[in-house]
C-alpha cells in the first residue's frame, strides 16, 4: 500500500523544483526532472479522475512547445550563427525595429526556442503531477479558514477538468459501442455539456443540503498531520533546489 503525503507536500516540492528550473535555466536538466516525476506519478498511480491530469499537462506542454518553437522560427530578433535555412521576409512598419518575420532560420535560433518552451513545459508538467498525485479534497481539509471559500471555489474549478476528461472518454467508448463509426466532436460536446450541468446542479444541492454558507465556525473532519516522510520529502526537494540554484 503507497503510504499517502500531506496534501500540500507535492504542491511545495512542485514549487521549488519550479523555481531551481527557472533560475537554473537548463534543458537537459529539466527534461530529467520531468523523466522522474513522470515516474513518480506512476508508480504511485491509483486510478483516480484527477491522476489524469499529469498526462493532460504533458499534452499543454508540448503543444506550447511547438507553438513557442513555430513562433522564435517565424517572428523574433535575428540570431546569427549557422545557417539551417531561410524563410521569405515580410516587411514591417518602421516603428518595430529589429522585429523580423522569416529570413534566416540558424541553429542558434532554433536551439533557443526549443529551449525556452521546454522550460515552460517542464514548469506545466511539475504542477500538473502535483494535482495528479493530490486529492482536491483532502487539499480542501487544509485550507486556512480565512481563505476556505476561494479554496473550495479553487478545487471546484481544478476538479472540473478531469471529470470533463473522463466524462469525454465514457461518452466516447458509449458510442463506439453503439455503432458510431465517425465520431465527431458535436457528437460529444452536447452529452458533455448535459452531464456537466447535471453534475453542478447535484454539487449545489449537496453543498446546499449540508449547510455551506450558513456559519463561518469550519469543522475539521479527518484532519491531515504532518508526517516525518513529508518533512523528509520537502529536504530532499529543497537540496535539490538549492542545488540547482547556486550552480
Same mark, same amino acid.
Given at each position: ?61 508540448? /503543444? ?7 513562433? +522564435? %522560427?517565424? *517572428? #523574433? ?6 545557417? !539551417?535555412? $531561410?524563410?521569405? /521576409? ?7 525595429? +529589429? %522585429?523580423? *518575420? #522569416? ?6 535560433? !532554433?536551439? $533557443? ?14 504542477? #500538473? ?119
Amino acid at each position: 500500500m503507497k503510504k499517502p503525503l500531506h496534501p500540500l507536500t507535492l504542491w511545495i516540492c512542485a514549487m521549488l523544483l519550479a523555481v531551481g528550473v527557472v533560475v537554473l535555466d537548463n534543458a537537459y536538466i529539466a527534461l530529467a526532472i520531468v523523466g522522474a516525476v513522470a515516474l513518480l506519478v506512476y508508480i504511485r498511480r491509483d486510478g483516480s479522475p484527477w491522476q489524469r491530469s499529469f498526462l493532460l499537462s504533458l499534452r499543454v506542454g508540448a /503543444i506550447i512547445l511547438a507553438i513557442r518553437t513555430i513562433v +522564435g %522560427i517565424l *517572428i #523574433g530578433v535575428p540570431i546569427p550563427g549557422t545557417k !539551417l535555412f $531561410s524563410l521569405p /521576409i515580410l516587411d514591417l512598419p518602421s516603428w518595430m525595429p +529589429g %522585429i523580423r *518575420i #522569416g529570413g534566416a532560420v540558424t541553429l542558434e535560433r !532554433l536551439s $533557443s526556442s526549443l529551449h525556452e518552451g521546454v522550460i515552460i513545459a517542464t514548469m506545466i508538467a511539475l504542477f #500538473g503531477a502535483a494535482t495528479s498525485l493530490t486529492s482536491p479534497h483532502k487539499l480542501l481539509r487544509v485550507t486556512p479558514s480565512f481563505i476556505y471559500e476561494i479554496g473550495i471555489t479553487l478545487v471546484i474549478a481544478t476538479s472540473l477538468f478531469p471529470q470533463l476528461a473522463t466524462s469525454a472518454r465514457r461518452i466516447r467508448t458509449a458510442q463506439k459501442l453503439r455503432g458510431f463509426e465517425k465520431i465527431e466532436l458535436r457528437s460529444i460536446a452536447i452529452p458533455l455539456l448535459e452531464e456537466s450541468l447535471s453534475r453542478s446542479l447535484q454539487l449545489a444541492a449537496a453543498m446546499d443540503a449540508r449547510g455551506y454558507g450558513i456559519s463561518r465556525k469550519r469543522s475539521r473532519y479527518r484532519p491531515q498531520p504532518w508526517l516525518m516522510r513529508d518533512n523528509l520529502a520537502l529536504l530532499l526537494t529543497t537540496a535539490a533546489a538549492v542545488t540547482m540554484v547556486t550552480r
